[in-house]
């Protein structure tokens, strides 16, 4: 197995026995699965055993963590439901 050294929303390169795959580090619960989202979209599953080498291409770059929205601007406030998705209504900052 090679040595992973990257974190959650880095964009990486992996290479695999048969092919290398590029994507953004997500947040995994399963500490033998590394989560990618595709390009494409799509969210993948990759067994740690399975990476031969890996590369980051892009380091992830922290955001401030809190986003105000000023409150007394005259306009009504709304609610904003979401519902369906591969991760449905799971904040996730760092992806």
Known sequence: MAELNFSSGDYIRLRLAQEEIEGQVLLS?????????????YNIG???????????????????SEFQIPENIGMPKIVLGVTGGTIASKLDRAT
């Not at 990759?46 to 401030?64: A, F, H, M, V």
């Open 46 to 64: 990759i067994p740690k055993d399975n990476i031969l080498g890996s590369r980051i291409l892009k380091r992830y770059k922290e955001q401030p």
């Open 29 to 41: 619960h399963d500490s033998s699965i590394v989560l990618l989202k595709l390009n494409s979209g």
